[in-house]
């Protein structure tokens, strides 16, 4: 049996809106072929899928965008294939529409141009909840159950999609353009006499609207900072041990916690609003400056960098610091970085003399095999060479080497000197032999074991 050219009911073509559909499936299947190949030719499947679901500055838009995918186009296409007439109750252009800016949205989020995934999300969600509204509009003209549906998916699709803005002038935007859209259907609707229009569903309404507020604004108190930088989790940082501070995207503090007066001396009063790099030693200023820029371009990324800070005595002490995004931009920038930074100069002391004694050990072993096999001369210029590079490596003004002399061997010799040129007339205040007596002789016997 054909299949009639003119739905008798609705006045729509068939055949043209069936058409429309099969045209656009085919070309949403070729862009899904050309990202399947373009991941396929990377140098791993699996890692650039994981990706999608990477927990980093912009996954919650990256799954947003899968799940607006699954519904638009593989939702749309379920029921292409299911329905007798092989059509959508969705217009092609909506369900189309939907699919490109999933799509466009996942990718953003994956390329170079990730910056731009915000204003992309926000459009998306808009579209998404102005698509819903029209839905409900088109369901007044049907079953009371069938509005009451639209109604719910509409209050469902808003609380999720607003829940994810970030600041109270978007989620107040979101909120206006709700209202003025059920309030332009209702109104176009009006001789149908939409379920909205009822009390019991207006308060419902309006419940809705201003509890998602209520609860949106205290969400951001609780994980943001405001404008005048209170901030929030102040009670668990005053107690932490390392400092925690904050900086804004010029690099000035915001936020120090009171472990800065124990390590450095100083206090927020004397730091607050200045630089970070008030504190750094200049020599490593430029490192940190790097670190810092690095989590300001990507704040998904955190920077680990060991440099020395002042103190209030102006000394300088080894630390640590780890910064990571704190709270982003609209471009997907670090408007604030967190900064933990702890004392690290005990165990850069140890560092050192670790790989002091390891140099020391190195050079012993360099020159006990140059005196192998060798005459006495050149074991006396040998030892003089070693004592050079111990000297130099130490920062001794002088080194001088003492040998047992004497028949009875109760003098002490001076055998080989070194003495660094900025301090050549220091010898001057030892003396090259010194005397000693039998019981200290026996002493140092014993100790050799003799």
């Known amino acids: 049996m054909f299949e009639p050219l003119i739905d008798t009911k609705s006045g729509k073509n068939n055949v043209i809106h069936k058409a429309i559909n099969n045209t656009l499936i085919a070309g949403v299947y070729k862009i899904m072929l050309s990202i399947w190949l373009y991941l396929a030719k990377s140098t791993s499947l699996y890692n650039k899928l994981l990706n999608l679901f990477r927990l980093e500055v912009y996954w919650k838009e990256r799954i947003i965008g899968v799940l607006g995918l699954g519904m638009y186009f593989f939702g749309n296409l379920i029921e292409i294939l299911s329905s007798p007439t092989h059509t959508t109750t969705d217009p092609p252009a909506i369900w189309m529409t939907g699919t490109f800016l999933s799509i466009a949205l996942i990718w953003v989020s994956l390329s170079r141009f990730k ?28 079953a009371v159950d069938n509005q009451a549906f639209y109604l719910f998916i509409s209050y469902a699709i808003f609380i999720v999609t607003s829940q994810m803005l970030e600041s109270r002038k978007e989620m107040l935007a979101m909120t206006v353009f709700e209202i003025a859209m059920f309030a332009g259907i209702i109104y176009l609707n009006r001789d149908a006499k939409p379920l909205l229009l009822q009390p019991t569903q207006m308060l419902m309404f309006t419940f809705v609207m201003v509890g998602n507020i209520i609860i949106g604004v205290q969400r951001m108190r609780l994980t943001q900072i405001s404008g005048d930088s209170s901030i929030q989790f102040k009670a668990i940082s005053e107690n932490a041990r390392d400092i925690q501070c904050i900086v804004n995207s010029d690099f000035n503090f915001m936020y120090i916690n009171p472990a800065v007066k124990e390590i450095t001396g100083f206090n927020f009063s004397e730091l607050g609003g200045k630089k970070f790099l008030t504190l750094v030693a200049v020599e490593d200023q430029q490192a940190v400056l790097n670190a810092l820029d690095k989590v300001k371009q990507s704040p998904e990324t955190k920077q680990s960098v060991e440099y020395r800070i002042k103190t209030m005595d102006d000394a ?56 192998i096999n060798v005459g006495r001369t050149e074991i006396q210029h040998g030892i003089d060479i070693a004592l050079g590079e111990f000297g130099t490596m130490l920062g001794a003004d002088a080194v001088m080497v003492y040998r047992m002399h004497g028949k009875l061997q109760d003098e002490f010799r001076s055998t080989n000197q070194w003495t660094d040129p900025k301090s050549a007339g220091v010898l001057k205040n030892f003396n090259q032999g010194i005397k000693i007596n039998q019981q200290l002789v026996a002493f140092l016997r014993s100790l050799r074991g003799e």
């Open 115 to 142: 910056e731009n995934t915000s204003t992309l999300f926000k459009i998306f969600i808009y579209f998404v909840n102005f698509n819903v509204i029209i839905g409900y509009g088109s369901s007044t003209h049907g």
């Open 316 to 371: 300088f002490i080894w630390v640590e610091s780890i910064f990571s995004g704190f709270k982003l931009s609209a471009k997907g920038r670090a408007d604030l970085i967190f900064a933990e930074t702890r004392n690290i100069e005990t165990r850069k002391k140890l560092e050192h003399e670790i790989q002091q004694q390891l140099h020391v050990e190195e050079m012993l072993i360099k020159h006990s095999n140059q005196f």
